[in-house]
């Protein structure tokens, strides 16, 4: 029994607002742990009301406050939302709180109302998660937070958020994701507080030279660019296009280029024209100090934007298929010619990948409308060469030996089933020669498809 005063004594250092529940109160909560005597304990903690309530909220936290949090939502159904999970025993009392407090509140929303304005970040959070299966009172409280400042209490109703979306009708989703964007975006800073010595503006500057700041997402928001900064807790400074330069020049001056500030205003086209050029000179005048990997890209976008530069836009730069659109776009506007042979190879090889049997089937067509084509893509593309090959041989157009020494030297995939059959049923004694020249030279792809001609 003195442990259990004690543990009393120990929860009262907690903080809540409201007065610390008495010591008997805490050998009801203690019984949870006991399956037989769960219900009963149950039953006489409601008849304490409010005093119950916090008896099980300090024991909860008991269990640290991210791991009750993550018991309470695994409980609705939401794991994976956020934060770290209990393990799967429940039969602590820790844990049996948590249990208990959660159902006590989803079924008494004015009990969770009044636990949202608590004092303590742990509650409102886990009154959040007790409302959470009804997606017209989480909105409500949603709504309400704009002003709740514990990253705690965000990245629990973030999570929320995406559970809901998840489990409520179809008819919930836009409203809980503008309960999203409303939460998510802290702040939103205009030129006028980006400028040395405005409040808050030196804590922003080495929050992200610190790295604890970091890039956030870019969106329009009336028309305007938007650049974010994310913080820790999942929520994110909105920054004008002036203001992030303005950002950007404070840190630069320290050492620290964050170009993701400043490429957006070039990429988007929703800046004014002002903070557009100024964007524009700065990513020439440091792009040597932005990542190699994404120093070509960001030359691209600048140049696309209106910029100059001697350095040359590489066309085959590696990207998506996105990002190679604007590195050709850049390079011609650079050199045409030197660009236009691979925007051809772009434009006639854009959506051949995994195509090459119906590049093949062209060799059952017209002869005068497909061969030329053929070859083309066999000698262009490098997702092409086996299906080409294989309708110039079906033909039979003898530029299909060509396209044969292509195949021949690429030593990876292994020839396709397809490329032996159409080997085996148009082959000729040119092709038979190339084949053992290949072979004598150690060629195995060679080797593959001469073993397979000789088991005919």
Not at 5 to 14: E, G, H, N, Y
Not at 296 to 308: F, H
Request: glycine residues 8%.
């Amino acid at each position: 029994m003195r442990s259990l005063r004690l543990l009393a004594v120990c929860l009262s250092v907690a903080g809540c607002v409201t007065p610390r529940p008495s010591a008997d109160l805490f050998e009801d909560v203690y019984s949870l742990r006991i399956p037989a005597s769960r219900e009963q304990a149950m039953r006489e903690i409601r008849t304490r009301g409010r005093e119950g309530l916090e008896a099980l909220v300090l024991t909860a936290r008991a269990l640290g406050d991210e791991q009750a949090l993550g018991l309470a939502a695994e409980g609705i159904g939401c794991p994976g939302s956020r934060f770290e999970w209990a393990c799967e025993d429940r039969g602590t009392v820790g844990q049996q709180a948590v249990l208990a407090a959660s159902r006590w509140l989803a079924e008494n929303p004015s009990m969770a109302g009044a636990l949202l304005r608590s004092a303590e970040p742990f509650d409102r959070a886990l009154a959040l998660i007790s409302q959470a299966e009804q997606p017209a009172r989480l909105i409500e409280i949603l709504d309400g937070m704009q002003a709740e400042g514990d990253p705690l209490v965000v990245v629990v109703a973030m999570g929320m958020i995406e559970c809901a979306e998840r489990k409520a009708p179809d008819r919930w989703r836009q409203p809980l994701e503008l309960c999203r964007e409303r939460l998510t975006t802290a702040e939103s800073w205009t030129a006028d507080r980006c400028r040395p010595g405005a409040a808050g503006f030196d804590e922003l500057r080495s929050k992200v030279q610190a790295g604890s700041y970091r890039k956030g997402t870019v969106s329009s928001r009336h028309g305007l660019l938007s650049i974010g900064i994310e913080r820790p807790d999942g929520r994110q400074v909105a920054l004008s296009a002036p203001c992030a330069l303005r950002l950007y020049e404070q840190l630069a001056a320290a050492g620290v280029h964050p170009h993701w500030l400043v490429v957006p205003i070039l990429y988007w086209g929703l800046a004014d024209e002002a903070a557009r050029r100024e964007a524009l000179a700065i990513a020439l005048r440091d792009l040597e100090r932005y990542p190699d990997g994404e120093r070509n890209l960001i030359l691209a976008r600048a140049v696309n934007a209106g910029g100059r530069s001697p350095i040359r836009v590489r066309a085959s730069g590696s990207g998506s298929r996105f990002d190679r659109e604007e590195l050709l776009e850049a390079a011609a506007r650079q050199d045409l010619q030197a660009a236009r042979p691979a925007i051809e190879r772009f434009v006639l090889c854009r959506d051949l990948f995994g195509q090459d049997d119906l590049v093949a089937l062209g060799g059952y067509l017209d002869p005068g409308a497909v061969a030329d084509s053929a070859y083309a893509i066999g000698t262009r593309c490098e997702h092409g060469i086996e299906g080409a090959m294989i309708a110039l041989l079906r033909l039979g157009d003898p530029r299909a030996r060509e396209l044969m020494v292509k195949l021949l030297r690429k030593p990876f995939p292994p020839l396709s089933t397809p490329v032996l059959y159409a080997v085996r049923e148009h082959r000729s004694e040119e092709l038979v020669e190339l084949l053992q020249s290949a072979v004598r030279s150690g060629n195995p792809q060679a080797k593959r498809i001469l073993d397979h001609l000789e088991q005919r």
